[in-house]
């Protein structure tokens, strides 16, 4: 502190670390400078000097500053007894660490855009990634639909998505609104969502990095890490517009809230500043629930933090009330924001809109009970038991005063957790190396760290009891689905900076972490010294530190391309969606006529650039994956012909008699062990036959009559785009001579000595056709 007064306030503040200075005073008499190993306080005292930068750092070393001198004399007025005003914490702009953190937000865009940009952008479509970004570009542009384009509050109640993603699909639409031009404003929107979602928590990252360490070259480092980690870079890639891109930047502001609240005392709730960290943290967890239909399990860890903060603030002597007062008048925000727009809006259903008032009560109750057992003295032991009690409790008694909600949350936990054969619902440890793919050793140079922060929690560190309880809750929350991977990929990145660091002090590159030589889990509060400036590395330093980055994170560097290029959309599925939707037009057909029945994960792609509807996939989930087991192709017609209009084909093993077999290897016609099939016309092949696609026709039945029970091959060479081979029915008389066979092509065939022309429109409309 360079503020005599702020020394005497704190010294006003924190009496018991006055006798620790005068002891820190003799020592720095006798030396120049000197180490916590020269002191006689205890490393938890010395943490607390530092933290106050009630002490300074010299060279290898600390010295006693002349403020703190000045006011252990006596010779300065403290201004405790003013009323604070409302203003923001002061702070020193290092340039340095501004443009460092301008290159490495810079890194994150670039992670973010530069694999997919050809991928999303081409030929003047928007060509978004992955399957379930599709349903929320259908949402925004049917809003901006009726809306004519422009933005009205009506709208937001009327949702088709009200108990799914609301908060999410209302800001695309208000940001869709503000740029204008309908469906090419929403596609554009949608695409660069993820990008700016990955930039604000590449930021929220830094700061919460800065705030537990106080250094900036751990912030700096997370948000390289951060950069680079494939699980959140895959997830936040242009184009990838799914919900879990809109959730991170929550609960990244949820965790820094918490943090900041964490490093505050009763002594704060006179300044303002620590109440509007409250109500960040009530907006931050409020996003969360409004966001997504199961943003109440990301909240979960904030409800294990409040139960255990307590614990710490009753063994050190602290009022639980007064100290988290701030926290839990966050809660009350979230709380009544959520209601706000269920009540409103409509948005979710009850069970998620009334989760933010139970953690609400919930940790009213906590600190009610903590603080009882504060006042009487109490143990530790007993306040933990009545928590273990309580919440035993309240499940069990749930069940019986609440059975609809009890019912609806087991319901919920078996659809999370249930496994549906989705790539996103493995476990991150897997047989197939699933978390070294999303991870690399990220994972690795996080846990030291982590195992030492929550050593620190243990300790009686509230920042770092809130930083490790987020980070251990996601792992194992990731560990039974990879699909959190991207919410844990925060926390590693958080403490895989530290520990690069510690690393890089380790082989003589840097200082060691400030944290580290504290000697303690404290930092700094808010308000106090900004973490010291950057020093600019030799080009030896900086090139060791970034061969020391590539051994530990260059598997991200290698795998973000490569997860990336999984989630685009290929040249060959555009061009087949592109290609249908032209024949679809040139056909004049419409929805439901010109439905695209497909493997699911591609299904919202393929109806959104076909026919417009890719609401949902259901459909085709329920009913395509027939056709790799069904051979009776006229009982599959009969039953789906009036819903699909084509069928995409995709190279899979199935057994030979399949019709997706029928269909892959020989279009359908006759086999040695089966007649061909009449009512599915191929008509377009892509150019590697990675999809073949067919349309559902009725077909022409051409009727004749020859010599009694013969039979016959009709045979006809078909030319389609991309590919050409030749048809083949079988035709057999009855025992008058008649005969009757459905085509499902047009053009000239001969059976027997008779011939029949078909046309498009015959095939097409079901029509008969006589030979003769």
Known sequence: MTDERDVATVLAERPELESALESIRSVDDAHETWTYDDLSIDSGTFGEVVSEGLVEKTGDGYRLPDTTRRALDGEVETDKEQSPGLSLPAFDVDSRAAGALAGALALVVLFRTVFSYGDVFRNGDVVLSGNDPYAYRYYVEQMLAGTGGGFELAVLSEMPSA????????????????????????????????????????????????????????????????????????????????????????????????????????????????????????IGVAGQILAWENGPALVFPLALYVGLVVLQDVRADRSPLESNAPLLGGLAVAAALTQLAHSQFGWHTDFVAFTPILLFVGAAGALAVAEATSRLGLSVGVLANVEI??????????????????????????????????????????????????????????????????????????????????????ILLGAFQIRFVGELATFTALFAGFGFVWLAHVVDLTDAPTAFEAGTATTARDGGEEPPQLRIPTLREAGTIFVLFLLVGGVG????????????????????????????????????????TSRWGRNRMFNYFVNGESR?????????????????????????????????????????????????????????????????????VSPSDEYKVFRLVPGARINGTAAPNQATIVEKEIEISGASFTYRRLVKTDRTGSYAVRMPYPGEYTIWNKTATVSQRNVTNGETVTAD
Request: glycine share 8%; charged share 15%.
């Open 616 to 684: 949902s996939y259901q459909f085709a989930q329920n009913n395509h994956e027939t056709l790799f087991v069904e051979s009776d192709g006229e009982a599959w017609y009969q039953k789906h012909g009036d819903r699909v209009g084509f069928i995409v084909t995709e190279p899979l093993k199935t057994d030979k008699g399949t019709l997706h077999s029928r269909l892959r290897n020989v279009y359908g016609s006759k086999t040695k062990n089966y007649d061909g099939l009449a009512h599915y016309q191929a008509v377009y």
């Open 389 to 474: 009690i309580g919440a035993v409790g309240g499940l069990i008694g749930a069940q019986f005063v609440v059975p609809t909600f009890w019912a609806d949350l087991t319901r919920r936990l078996d659809r999370f957790f249930g496994l549906r054969g989705i790539v996103e619902t493995k476990a991150l440890i897997t047989g197939d190396m699933m978390w070294f793919v999303l991870l690399g050793f990220v994972l690795f140079l996080a846990l030291p760290p982590l195992v030492w922060a929550s050593r620190r929690a243990v300790d009686g560190s509230k920042s770092w009891l809130a930083a490790s309880v987020y980070a251990w809750f996601f």
């Open 557 to 596: 560097i290698f795998q973000v391309p490569i997860k990336t290029d999984q989630l685009t959309i290929s040249d060959e599925a555009y061009g087949t969606a592109a290609w249908m939707d032209e024949y679809a037009v040139g056909q004049n057909l419409t929805y439901p006529d010109n439905y695209v």
């Open 163 to 282: 108990k799914g993603e609301p908060f999410m699909i209302a800001t695309l639409y208000s940001l869709s609104s503000l740029i204008g031009d309908g469906a090419s404003a929403a596609g554009t929107v949608l695409a660069w969502y993820p990008v700016v979602s990955a930039f604000v928590t590449g930021l929220i990252v830094y700061l919460l990095a800065v705030k537990l360490t106080d250094d900036r070259r751990v912030g700096l480092a997370s948000v390289v890490f951060f950069a680079t980690t494939p699980a959140h870079a895959m997830r936040t890639s242009l184009g990838y517009a799914d919900h879990h891109a809109f959730d991170y930047p929550w609960l990244a502001l949820t965790a820094l809230a918490l943090v900041m609240l964490a490093r505050r005392d009763e002594t704060d709730l006179r300044d303002p500043w620590t109440w509007a960290v409250g109500l960040g943290l009530g």
